[in-house]
């Protein structure tokens, strides 16, 4: 599947109340094209694209294929419309095929934004519900491609290398840019400024982190916070230098004081419990209860839906090279209660010198009966306290607040969180987007 991000703004929505179900379905978009019908051509000689009167009726489109004959009768023989993912891919692949063959490898993007909307509108269940809308983002955007955008760049790459448009020469330069990078902190701060803000984070550093101090505390955080940023960009470089000058962000609220960085950060953050634990919670679980043999054991909700997802998730369960041990241990590992964490957790460093190291948590007790968190952040151990939910909202926070890259393996987990759980962005990747349709699909 494409990395490539699909955008979830209502620019491309369909108000969930137009979308009617396939059976009664007379579209207003019809499928006419000014040229003869010629297979796999590319633009190149289709008519001009003034001359192209470009809509399409998807029924017609999957109704001439035997292989989408098939998948339309099943469906309208379900009770609740759904559709599998082996069978939406069989319709991208037969409305894709039905485009190409009439306008060629290189529709326009009105062209390729038609049809996603063709697709939904015939389809509801394949839309992704934001609100009263329905998107249809996830199959063409303009800017972040989607399905559509994807298959035609596979169907390209088997044309012969004539028939292939020239790339440029030129290659663009990719940089890997962390979470929560902050590419401007300001104008030079003046030297009185600066006095004033080393004053607070003092004052920060002496209060005690006692219940009668919480609101001092916190109020400290809040003023010095633009002035964080400013040292993030000049010179606390690493999160060790600013746990050290920041250190109630390591002993104090059960490490929440890195959670209330983020939302200074991202305001507009959505509430996880809403749009995660509320809206996808029973739907993971009967996909899982599908696709998995046994659930995992653990008397923890939350933490049970996190093990879910990397358990399910298709891209982590297509790194093969990797167990699901290694996967789960980049969110959590488990010890003993009688276990000297600073010596675990040097040893891990130790062991993890080659790498790239990432936040992780620490849970004391077992994957059954955890009794309670620790993230771990560049060597600091950070108690979260009992609740996994806390510990994950810190972990996830973390990425952001301290500018850090996703671990390898469960990456697409903390992007499903990015992108539709907390929505930081107004795209999705493709990946989540698959994922999130699927999860669409089941009823609630």
């Known amino acids: 599947m494409s990395s490539s991000n699909v955008s979830v703004s209502s620019a491309s929505a369909i108000p969930v109340q137009t979308a009617i179900p396939i059976v009664q379905l007379q579209p207003s978009v019809t499928h006419k094209v000014l040229m003869q019908q010629l297979p796999n051509i590319d633009s190149s000689s289709s008519p001009r694209r003034s001359e192209r009167c470009c809509t399409f ?5 999957i109704l001439a294929s035997s292989k989408g004959r098939a998948v339309y009768e099943d469906y309208l023989a379900r009770e609740k419309t759904f559709l599998t993912v082996p069978e939406r891919r069989t319709i991208v692949f037969v409305v894709v095929e039905a485009m190409v063959n009439e306008i060629g490898l290189y529709p326009t993007t009105q062209e390729k934004d038609l049809l996603a909307a063709a697709i939904i509108q015939a389809f509801p269940c394949l839309g992704i519900r934001d609100g009263n809308n329905l998107i249809h983002s996830h199959y063409y955007h303009a800017k972040s491609g989607g399905f559509i955008e994807t298959l035609l760049k596979t169907m390209r790459k088997k044309q012969p290398e004539c028939r292939k448009r020239k790339m440029s020469l030129k290659q663009k330069i990719h940089r890997r840019i962390p979470r929560g990078y902050i590419e401007d902190c300001g104008p030079e701060l003046e030297e009185e400024e600066i006095q004033m803000h080393e004053f607070m984070v003092r004052l920060l550093k002496s209060l005690i982190p006692t219940a009668s101090n919480a609101e001092q505390i916190n109020d400290a955080m809040e003023s010095t916070f633009p002035f964080r940023q400013y040292q993030m960009k000049k010179n606390l470089k690493t999160p060790s230098l600013i746990l050290a000058e ?66 399910i998730m298709p891209e982590i369960k297509k790194i093969r090279k990797n167990s699901v041990d290694e996967k789960v241990q980049q969110l959590v590992i488990f010890v003993s209660e009688n276990r000297n964490l600073q010596e675990f957790v040097a040893l891990r460093s130790t062991d993890q010198t080659n790498s790239t190291p990432h936040p992780y948590l620490v849970g004391v007790g ?25 510990a994950f909202k810190n972990l996830f926070a973390s990425y952001f607040v301290f500018q850090l890259h996703y671990p390898v393996l469960i990456k697409p987990l903390f992007k499903f969180f990015e992108e539709r759980v907390f ?19 089941i009823p609630r």
């Open 366 to 390: 077992t994957m059954t009966e955890p009794v309670y968190f620790n993230l771990v952040i560049d060597g600091n151990i950070i108690p979260c306290g009992s609740d996994s939910l806390t």
């Open 57 to 61: 009726n998807v029924k017609e489109m």
């Open 246 to 311: 920041y250190p109630r962000m390591v002993d104090f609220n059960n490490g929440l004081l890195i959670f209330d960085d983020f939302m200074r950060k991202y305001p507009s953050a959505n509430d996880i419990e809403q749009n995660f634990i509320h809206t996808y919670g029973d739907r993971l679980i009967f996909l899982a209860e599908k696709e998995m043999d046994a659930l995992p054991v653990c008397n923890n909700d939350f933490l049970r839906l996190l093990l879910i997802c990397i358990f």
């Open 423 to 441: 929505r930081l962005t107004p795209t999705m990747t493709a990946t989540t987007a698959d994922f999130v349709a699927r999860l669409e699909t």
